[in-house]
């Protein structure tokens, strides 16, 4: 990722990347991905229409959180080294949490009192 | 005032301490120091990362289960003040916190338990195999009284003793 940059020291040729830091700072957490990963499938919404995104938003990739303009773009994705890596790692244990950090600094679970109503 | 975990390290992030960041789900992620930071940035998995508690406990390097734990715990409800109890507290405080670090210490002695024996038969291989690097083949050849014969004596004993020649 990045694409063509010419070495930063010469001040005129400099590119932004701006895809690059867009990727960056929209990329969804590894949680977030697992979380709607687990989610049943009736639960799980159609794909909205949005004209901004590549192919109106229908075609998107659930593990990388990528559209694509077609099914063909994106089963060529689906091929792929990145792809296939994130598809693993999704399939192991959950990713790391606050709760994780607190259990291993030898809190135990929190205690958020008895149930006041009873639903 | 709450005493927060840090999420990367699981050390405890005292006021005025750290950084905090807050994902566009609202979902809270507190550091310790930039270390912490740098690391989250970089996309790291804390349960890869060795120095974290979370590899610790994941790989048996720290005590796990154990009833000295179940003390410290987010309490999302507020507690009646009551002076008794308080007093209570502060006393239990340094005797638990006392018996944690007694039974750490087993754990820790437990885990390093053979040990000695591999470091004592490692360091005896290495100075069988590197003999040569403090005298040379040609040299032992000439005077045989050098050091081989005292080491032909000393394997059997105690392998401690062992250790001498490579200290001249």
């Not at chain 1, 192991?92 to 205690?111: F, I, N, R, W």
């Given at each position: 990722?990045?694409?063509?940059?010419?070495?930063?020291s010469?001040?005129?040729?400099?590119?932004?990347?701006?895809?690059?830091?867009?990727?960056?700072?929209?990329?969804?957490?590894?949680?977030?991905?697992?979380?709607?990963?687990?989610?049943?499938?009736?639960?799980?919404?159609?794909?909205?229409?949005?004209?901004?995104?590549?192919?109106?938003?229908?075609y998107?990739?659930?593990?990388c959180?990528?559209?694509?303009?077609?099914?063909?773009?994106?089963?060529?994705?689906f091929?792929?080294?990145?792809?296939?890596?994130?598809?693993?790692?999704m399939?192991?244990?959950?990713?790391?949490?606050?709760?994780?950090?607190?259990?291993?600094?030898g809190?135990?679970?929190?205690?958020?009192?008895?149930?006041?109503?009873?639903? | 005032?709450?005493?927060?975990?840090?999420?990367?390290?699981?050390?405890t992030?005292?006021?005025?301490?750290?950084i905090?960041?807050?994902?566009?789900?609202?979902?809270?992620?507190?550091?310790?120091?930039?270390?912490?930071?740098?690391?989250?940035k970089?996309?790291?998995?804390?349960?890869?990362?060795?120095?974290?508690k979370?590899?610790?406990?994941?790989?048996?390097?720290?005590?796990?289960?154990?009833?000295?734990?179940?003390?410290?715990?987010?309490?999302?409800?507020?507690?009646?003040?009551?002076?008794?109890?308080?007093?209570?507290?502060?006393?239990?405080?340094?005797?638990?916190?006392k018996?944690r670090?007694?039974?750490?210490?087993?754990?820790?002695?437990?885990?390093?338990?053979?040990?000695?024996a591999?470091?004592?038969?490692?360091?005896?291989?290495?100075?069988?195999?590197?003999?040569?690097?403090?005298?040379?083949?040609?040299?032992?050849?000439?005077?045989?009284?050098?050091?081989?014969?005292?080491?032909?004596?000393?394997?059997?004993?105690?392998?401690t003793?062992?250790?001498?020649?490579?200290?001249?």
């Amino acid at each position: 990722m990045g694409g063509k940059c010419p070495h930063r020291s010469v001040k005129k040729r400099r590119y932004s990347h701006k895809t690059a830091r867009r990727t960056k700072f929209l990329h969804k957490g590894d949680d977030m991905v697992y979380d709607e990963l687990k989610m049943p499938d009736e639960e799980k919404k159609p794909l909205p229409l949005d004209e901004d995104l590549p192919g109106m938003g229908q075609y998107y990739c659930l593990h990388c959180d990528r559209y694509f303009s077609n099914v063909a773009v994106r089963d060529e994705h689906f091929r792929t080294k990145r792809h296939k890596k994130i598809v693993k790692r999704m399939m192991g244990p959950a990713p790391h949490t606050q709760l994780d950090a607190e259990l291993a600094a030898g809190m135990g679970m929190p205690d958020n009192g008895p149930k006041l109503m009873s639903m | 005032m709450r005493l927060e975990k840090c999420w990367f390290c699981s050390s405890t992030v005292y006021p005025g301490h750290g950084i905090q960041f807050v994902r566009n789900d609202a979902k809270i992620f507190r550091f310790c120091r930039s270390k912490c930071h740098k690391n989250f940035k970089m996309k790291r998995n804390p349960r890869k990362v060795k120095w974290t508690k979370a590899y610790r406990r994941l790989h048996g390097k720290d005590m796990t289960q154990d009833s000295t734990f179940e003390f410290e715990r987010k309490r999302n409800r507020p507690e009646r003040y009551d002076r008794n109890l308080a007093e209570d507290v502060l006393k239990a405080i340094p005797k638990i916190d006392k018996i944690r670090v007694r039974r750490e210490e087993k754990h820790h002695k437990n885990r390093m338990k053979g040990n000695k024996a591999k470091l004592l038969k490692e360091a005896a291989r290495e100075l069988e195999q590197g003999i040569n690097l403090v005298k040379p083949p040609s040299v032992l050849q000439k005077d045989p009284s050098l050091t081989l014969p005292q080491i032909k004596v000393l394997v059997p004993q105690q392998q401690t003793e062992e250790n001498r020649p490579m200290e001249e």
